[in-house]
């Protein structure tokens, strides 16, 4: 039996962008304010995982085609990166560094090492729960 899931797929569709969004803006935030890369990935992979359970597996795979062992891979390298960064220059261990930069549509920013540890735990958080979603899912089949 056919179903007629237009509203599903409609709301799923707008309620993941949002929720996509909401997780970037708490990454950016979340070095000054709550937030960060670990609540920011597990709104990522909410997002994701609510256009699985809409769309199917298979049909979300065709369109985010990543392997999510990867991106683990890349958040861990991100993290452990900026961790040694500090012994790179001389200073301690996790020491993080940060500068302003004057860009030209935005104006003045802070740029901090910080965020891309926060960037690698956002990868990390995504990658591995993906994965762990993905593991479930497939089980099924």
């Given at each position: 039996?056919?179903?007629?899931?237009?509203?599903?797929?409609?709301?799923?569709?707008t309620?993941?962008?949002?929720?996509?969004?909401?997780?970037?803006?708490?990454?950016?935030?979340?070095?000054?304010?709550?937030?960060?890369?670990?609540?920011?990935?597990l709104?990522?992979?909410?997002?994701?995982?609510?256009?699985?359970?809409?769309?199917?597996?298979d049909?979300?795979?065709k369109?985010?085609?990543i392997?999510?062992?990867?991106?683990?891979?890349?958040?861990?390298l991100?993290?452990?990166?900026?961790?040694?960064?500090?012994?790179?220059?001389?200073?301690n261990?996790f020491?993080?560094?940060?500068?302003h930069?004057?860009l030209?549509?935005?104006?003045d920013?802070?740029?901090?090492?910080?965020?891309?540890?926060?960037?690698?735990?956002?990868?990390?958080?995504?990658g591995?729960?993906?994965?762990?979603?993905?593991?479930?899912?497939?089980?099924?089949?």
């Amino acid at each position: 039996m056919k179903t007629n899931d237009l509203i599903l797929k409609t709301l799923s569709s707008t309620a993941s962008i949002v929720i996509f969004l909401l997780s970037l803006y708490l990454y950016f935030t979340g070095h000054f304010y709550p937030g960060g890369g670990f609540v920011g990935g597990l709104l990522c992979t909410m997002a994701i995982s609510l256009a699985m359970f809409t769309y199917g597996i298979d049909k979300v795979n065709k369109v985010i085609p990543i392997n999510y062992i990867y991106v683990t891979a890349a958040g861990l390298l991100f993290s452990v990166g900026t961790a040694f960064s500090g012994m790179i220059v001389g200073k301690n261990f996790f020491k993080h560094h940060f500068t302003h930069a004057h860009l030209p549509l935005i104006g003045d920013v802070e740029l901090h090492t910080a965020a891309i540890f926060d960037l690698g735990v956002y990868l990390v958080v995504v990658g591995v729960l993906m994965s762990v979603i993905l593991a479930f899912g497939k089980d099924g089949k």
